[in-house]
């Protein structure tokens, strides 16, 4: 994702793909070789410490590092002899994404003066593009003040909020402040924040007919930079109209011009009332800006274990993804200062999650080989590219299965979906099993096979099924879902995910579970029902949340009262507070906290710097500690 990873051409690199034949690929470590039929913890290390190698470079999606990782998948497939599932008779399935962006050579931003004259700003230290900008040249147009942008609709008895009542902007550059009003109710905010997010303020600026959108952070805001990232912002957005960022002082400039003060303005919206927009006829701004998406292509790996001689007419899905971060500057990474630059190994996310299904398809494999399974269905075994930047892989996959229009579901051809995310951090003998509201069937099934095969984990349930991870772009389209899960560390999205921290004894018993749960689904006479379920309001992405706290979610606990904690960020807020390890949220800023959708909701009421009491439940004792939330940006 970030620019400065080689742009590959689309063209050629497609053909790559598509010209490796299924019994071509070359020999290397993904071959079989030494590992045993029965899934194993010494087998489960070989994998993790391949694919988390310094050489596969942290596997970010389009990238060498990528396509080495796919190859080890590949190979070993192919040593199993699965029959390849990918395109045109290969082990790929490959997808086109929007890696990124980075600014063309002709990025101008200008203040007209009335008689022709022009003041350039400069980019990078006064404005900057957002990702989501079109590239375009805009001549001179006058500029409107229009608060904080936010258009949202009345709800939970909560009146309409238009940023835009009574303003003509038709034609003009509208300037809009960053977040929402900062003083208002916390059910105004949480009612707002959805709506704050940028791509859906330029959305409603260009519904209004604006030309362009300038975005300002605003004096009140307290962020760590006032431009907003070019990687920071919405890919995803509508591009079909200019859009930028600015400094504080540069739109202080602007509104002095009309005897107004960013702050004043800012502090009068900030309580929530109808403050009127206004039009800065004396500012007469032109653009030229040049953005430039790099595209690359991803690959998922795919093979199908068949039932019988030719494909079946249902199989399952097993399906762990095999990308992560790459190195240490990406969006998503986690790392200290000092780790910029690293490589992130991803040996728990997700080389844990891979190595557990490559096992489950070598035992499978034997076990149809032996003629000790006679399954009904077949199962296709997937490698997921591109989860962490979006489940675009399985998405892909989703999208495109049967080779013809898109389907809203995917069942009866796809009776299940198995899915590890995360699986190499097994502690207290914990496992976390999300998905079990989507089929009535998984509750009883997981615990018989838990009981069965002597396991003896400790299962956590969760009806949750939609996840961030690849199982959801399953489960929105009708296939019940598992999916396991030994918990988030410290570790996570940085250089210090490295395999020696892996419980592999651990990792072999949950892919042992999973194999026989698999094993059962595969060989019952009907599939697993299917239980729609509803998506929680809180769990819709974080929007325009604002802060942080550096807690680190327990969520192989979800009997406790409260949200329990499996650590704190160092240096975070949390950590600065003293809270610890086995540390249970109870009350946050006054609210009682009995789940992790009432922590979400609160934590979009907070505000950056102002102090909060945050109450945990250690031991037999509550305790009652001040928090101060940080800024996300």
């Given amino acids: 994702m970030k620019t400065g990873i080689r742009r590959f051409g689309s063209g050629w690199l497609a053909l790559a793909l598509l010209a490796i034949p299924a019994t071509g690929l070359t020999a290397g470590p993904g071959k079989k070789d030494g590992t045993a039929a029965e899934i194993r913890s010494e087998d489960i290390r070989r994998h993790i410490g391949n694919l988390a190698s310094e050489k596969m470079q942290g596997r970010l999606t389009g990238t060498s590092g990528e396509r080495k990782a796919t190859d080890y998948v590949a190979r070993y497939f192919q040593s199993l002899k699965l029959r390849p599932a990918g395109d045109r008779g290969t082990f790929f399935q490959s997808f086109e994404f929007t890696s990124g962006v980075k600014l063309g050579k002709a990025n101008h931003f200008r203040r007209v003066a009335a008689d022709g004259s022009a003041q350039a ?18 001549p001179k147009a006058t500029l409107v003040f229009a608060g904080y ?18 303003l003509d902007v038709k034609g003009k550059w509208v300037l809009v402040l960053r977040y929402l009003p900062e003083g208002v109710s916390n059910e105004r905010r949480q009612h707002l924040t959805p709506f704050s997010q940028l791509g859906l303020k330029a959305a409603a600026a260009r519904n209004n007919g604006a030309v362009g959108i300038i975005i300002v952070s605003g004096p009140n805001s307290q962020v760590k930079e006032e431009l907003v990232r070019l990687q ?23 509104l002095t011009a009309a005897g107004k003060s960013l702050k004043a303005l800012q502090d009068e919206l900030d309580k929530g009332g ?32 068949t039932a019988g001689a030719q494909p079946a007419a249902e199989a399952v899905v097993v399906g762990a993804h095999v990308d992560h971060l790459g190195k240490a500057e990406v969006g998503n990474s986690l790392a200290r200062p000092d780790e910029k630059g690293k490589v992130i190994p991803g040996a728990d996310d997700n080389a844990s999650g891979v190595a ?28 997921w590219s591109g989860e962490e930047l979006g489940l675009l892989g399985s998405a892909a996959f989703a999208r495109t299965f049967g080779g013809g229009k898109e389907r809203d579901r995917l069942s009866p051809d796809i009776a299940a979906c198995f899915n590890m995310d995360m699986i190499g951090r097994l502690q207290d003998n914990k496992l976390v099993l999300q998905g079990i509201g989507s089929s009535t069937l998984w509750k009883t099934e997981v615990e018989n ?35 396991a899960f030994t918990g988030v560390h410290t570790d996570y999205h940085t250089p210090r995910d490295t395999p020696d921290k892996i419980n592999y004894d651990g990792a072999a018993k949950v892919a042992q579970l999973m194999g026989g749960i698999l094993e059962s689904v595969l060989v019952r006479p009907e599939a697993p029902d299917y239980q729609e379920m509803k998506k929680p309001e809180a769990m819709g992405g974080r929007g325009g949340m604002r802060v942080t706290l550096g807690t680190i979610p327990d969520m192989s606990r979800p009997d406790a009262k409260g949200l329990p904690l499996s650590g704190a960020r160092p240096g975070g807020p949390a950590d600065k507070a003293g809270i610890q390890k086995g540390d249970i949220v109870v009350g946050l800023a006054g609210k009682k906290i009995e ?24 031991g037999d004792k509550v305790l009652k500690l001040t928090i101060t939330p940080v800024s996300r940006d």
């Fill in 149 to 166: 942008g936010i258009v949202a609709p009345a709800g939970n008895k909560l009146e309409a909020y238009d940023s835009y009542a009574g």
């Fill in 449 to 483: 096979q838990n009981r069965k095969k002597g396991l003896g984990l400790e299962l956590a349930l969760q009806n949750d099924s939609y996840l961030p991870t690849d199982a959801t772009s399953f489960y929105i389209k009708g296939v019940p879902i598992l999916s």
């Fill in 121 to 138: 700003l400069a980019l990078n230290k006064d404005w900057r593009p957002l990702a989501f900008s079109e590239s375009i040249k805009l």
């Fill in 232 to 254: 920071g912002s919405d890919l995803r957005a509508s591009g079909r109209m200019a859009a930028v960022s600015v400094t504080n002082a540069v739109a202080e400039g602007w």
């Fill in 274 to 305: 109808a403050v009127a927009g206004f039009s800065l006829d004396a500012v007469a701004l032109s653009a030229d800006i040049e953005i430039i998406k790099e595209k690359r292509l991803g690959r998922n790996v795919l093979g199908r274990l």
């Fill in 595 to 618: 789940s992790i959708y009432d922590y979400t909701y609160i934590m979009s009421t907070l505000k950056v710097g102002q102090p909060v009491e945050i109450e945990v439940q250690r």
């Fill in 356 to 383: 557990g299904m490559l096992e489950l398809a070598e035992y499978l494999s034997a076990e149809k080989a032996a003629g000790r399974l006679t399954p009904k269905r077949d199962v296709i075994f997937a490698a």
